[in-house]
């Protein structure tokens, strides 16, 4: 059974940092695509960054380029999304996703605004930043 747990979320003040991790079980890390995604109250999901199964293409939102860093160890089957230099804007509840390598490219991963039959998804981890 796949699972996906996420951690390493909580409050921050602006300007913080922030790491958080995805730690899969029942299934082979190397063959998925990871994604970090958040939703905010009332507002839409937002793919926040994506990268490949071996971790050499990366994907990031605009809204956060140069502020996060997505990686993956595979060998610890766990994917790590480093948030720096927060802003009030980021507080959301944050998700990783994985999805089969062979169904969806990187950037396609991280734009579409619905699910493949073979998602697999944590439960999330909020992420607060306040003064």
């Known amino acids: 059974q796949l699972q996906l747990v996420e951690s390493g979320g909580g409050l921050v003040q602006p300007g913080g940092s922030l790491r958080l991790s995805c730690t899969v079980s029942?299934?082979?890390?190397?063959?998925?695509?990871i994604g970090w995604f958040r939703q905010a109250p009332g507002k839409e999901r937002e793919g926040v960054s994506c990268?490949?199964?071996?971790?050499?293409?990366?994907y990031y939102a605009d809204s956060v380029k140069g502020r996060f860093t997505i990686s993956r160890d595979n060998a610890k089957s766990t994917a790590y999304l480093q948030m720096n230099s927060l802003k009030p804007e980021d507080t959301a509840v944050y998700y990783c996703?994985?999805?089969?390598?062979?169904?969806?490219?990187?950037?396609?991963?991280?734009?579409?605004?619905?699910?493949?039959?073979?998602?697999?998804w944590g439960q999330g981890t909020q992420v607060t930043v306040a003064s």
């Open positions: 029942g299934m082979i890390l190397d063959y998925y695509t």
């Open positions: 990268i490949s199964s071996s971790g050499g293409s990366t």
């Open positions: 996703a994985a999805v089969p390598r062979l169904i969806i490219t990187v950037q396609a991963m991280c734009r579409r605004t619905t699910n493949t039959k073979y998602d697999a």
